[in-house]
């Protein structure tokens, strides 16, 4: 990523990326007035109280306090920094970043890392689907019924058997790649990859992948983050010394049990369908995939995660894991409780048949089938408390079911998910809710909707923070002031900006000023962009809750202003109290009375006011 991009770059990605297209791609949003709202991918909540403002390019969550830009979203749901979001944007949208000096390093080189992935993805899709050798594999696709359109959606690919195929390849991109020569080394990076494996003694490298099916695993938009692969049947990569399932291992972009497989594709179905289904392996999720049932995603061969739950709760809290009908499966249904109520939610368990993996039932049965299946889902908690607790059970037993119980509670932090709980839990052990909650070491407060979440439907002008204080009231004017030009217009008419403290409001403040002077719009994102997160978040806010009627929005106005010029008097009356104390030292006496009748003025203009 280049240095420091010119604000004007910054406003052509802004106004280009229209943020309720982006925000709506990660969270399902309904269009209520001229806003949209959702459920916040940030926290947990049932109630929609994100809010998204296309007219303004700002987005504030009444819930947990989150705001701000398109930048601001997608660094926080991505956890990247601001110089990869603007490029990823810029990109997007065929925007061009010039190089403004000073270069991060660090990025730079993370981005070459997604451009080979990206790149090496497409050599073994090619290689599948234009080489002979890859015939074998092809012929097991067909086996296992996966049609071309479904393999090439998922770009399947395959992996060439001969030793450094890849690693030659890599070795001339310097010369024949100009983009991937720029990043350096590839082959240094393919290493840091799990694309390649350096020989003993350093004597060259080959192929970490050989001879197989290959499963390029993506992140949440697309970016190739790593690889999983197979060894195909009656060739040498199904040596029964070699593993059936080999995966890249971890890297700078990929981590074991925080991706799902199938996410990228999978997202606009699960938003759709207002449901995920989590399988366990590649075939799982093809097979489901070209019996139409689109919003599956796979965990990768591993039980699944409590950070693979939070990316996928960004897109829907309603998930389905799918298990086998066996003592194994029953097993992991349990397991897989604990693990979505840590990640605050509630999960559902839909049992196969013993014997049959999702793949194998579809076949079988069809589509019907899995979506009668998925239909009689379970909530796993039911499923535990049905089979841990029985008529029969003693008070031993029902004792060592609410320890248990109150384990996991003891890691709920959503207070929705932890009152649910306690109430089934406590209805099944037959025992009273305080006890369980007692035995759990802390009390879980009943759930109650917060004033904050209800805030898009109060529409109310008041602040997070009441504005007694005169910083406050110097935020809330230069949030009206974009919010409306005809603020900025009022303070400049009472010469209010000589209120305003050094700092960054009132810095602000002069900007909009000039702006509305030279009669230009007021970009609220970009103003945004130039605060700190916590108070972007409170701005953000305020926009979106703010009142409709022009009368109140003045009222405010003028509230603010008399603060800033209480401030002012304030300090004003300490100055001329100093001066009187000087003069009192020195026997000024001429000094003390224009002291005093300077303070008598300064009373008379407070008096004034307030009548």
């Known amino acids: 990523m280049r240095g420091r991009v010119p604000e004007s770059i910054l406003t052509e990605i802004r106004d280009r990326a229209d943020i309720v297209e982006i925000v709506g791609a990660q969270v399902g949003l309904k269009r209520v007035g001229r806003n949209h709202v959702g459920l916040c991918p940030f926290h947990s909540e049932k109630t929609p109280s994100f809010t998204v403002s296309g007219e303004r390019g700002i987005f504030h969550c009444f819930g947990c306090g989150a705001g701000g830009n398109v930048f601001t979203f997608l660094m926080k749901l991505d956890n990247a920094t601001f110089p990869e979001v603007v490029e990823r944007l810029a990109r997007r949208y065929g925007i061009e970043l010039d190089d403004h000096g000073g270069d991060d390093p660090a990025i730079r080189r993370r981005e070459a890392c997604y451009r080979l992935n990206e790149k090496v993805a497409r050599f073994f899709q090619r290689y599948l689907w234009d080489t002979a050798e890859a015939e074998a594999a092809r012929g097991y696709l067909g086996e296992r ?7 090439e959606r998922y770009v399947l690919g395959y992996a060439p058997a001969g030793g450094e195929v890849l690693a030659r390849r890599l070795r001339d991109a310097a010369s024949s790649d100009p983009e991937l020569g720029s990043a350096g080394r590839p082959l240094a990076l393919a290493q840091q990859l799990g694309l390649v494996n350096e020989r003993r003694g350093g004597s060259g490298h080959f192929d970490r992948f050989r001879g197989r099916l290959m499963f390029p695993i993506t992140d949440a938009a697309g970016r190739v983050v790593g690889f999983g692969s197979r060894a195909v049947p009656g060739t040498a990569s199904a040596d029964a010394k070699l593993p059936k399932y080999l995966n890249s291992p971890e890297t700078p972009l990929y981590r074991k049990g925080h991706h799902l497989y199938g996410l990228a594709i999978a997202r606009s179905a699960i938003r759709r369908a ?18 139409g049932v689109g919003h599956v995603v796979a965990s990768l061969g591993t039980a699944l995660t409590v950070d693979q739950l939070h990316v996928l709760r960004r897109f829907t809290r309603d998930i389905v894991a799918c298990f086998d009908g066996d003592d194994a499966g029953v097993r992991a249904a349990e397991k897989s409780l604990a693990t979505f109520l840590e990640a605050g939610l509630v999960g559902y368990g839909a049992f196969l048949p013993e014997g049959d993996d999702p793949d194998t039932f579809v076949q079988r049965e069809g589509a019907e089938a899995v979506t009668a299946l998925l239909a009689n889902a379970t909530l796993l908690l039911d499923f535990y408390l049905h089979r841990a607790v029985r008529p029969e059970s003693t008070v031993v037993e029902r004792g060592a079911v609410a320890q248990q119980v109150a384990t996991w509670l003891r890691k709920i932090t959503d207070p929705l998910v932890a009152e649910m709980m306690v109430r089934q839990a406590a209805d099944r052990l037959r025992m009273p809710e305080d006890e369980l909650r007692a035995i759990a070491g802390a009390t879980v407060a009943k759930a109650r909707p917060t004033p904050a979440a209800s805030a898009p439907q109060r529409r109310s002008a008041a602040p997070e923070r009441a504005p007694g204080l005169a910083a406050d009231a110097e935020e809330l004017l230069v949030t009206l002031m974009l919010y409306d030009a005809e603020t900025a217009a009022i303070v400049d008419g009472e010469g209010a900006l000589d209120d305003f403290d050094e700092g960054p409001w009132r810095t ?6 000039a702006a509305v002077r030279a009669g230009a719009p007021l970009d609220s ?3 945004l962009g130039r605060l700190d997160a916590a108070a972007a978040a409170r701005v953000s806010g305020r926009m979106l809750a703010m009142h409709d009627e022009e009368s109140v929005r003045r009222q405010i106005v003028v509230d603010c202003l008399a603060k800033l010029r209480h401030r002012a008097r304030g300090r004003e009356r300490l100055r001329v109290l100093r001066r009187i104390r000087e003069a009192e030292a020195i026997g000024d006496f001429e000094a003390v009375a224009e002291g005093q009748r300077q303070l008598l003025a300064l009373r008379q203009s407070e008096t004034s006011e307030r009548a």
């Open 145 to 151: 019924r996966i049609g071309r359109e479904t393999a």
């Open 274 to 291: 207002g449901r995920a289904i989590v399988v366990e392996g590649y075939f799982d999720v093809l097979a489901l995939a070209e019996a």
């Open 508 to 513: 602000l403040a002069i900007d909009l000023i």
């Open 525 to 527: 994102a970009t103003v």
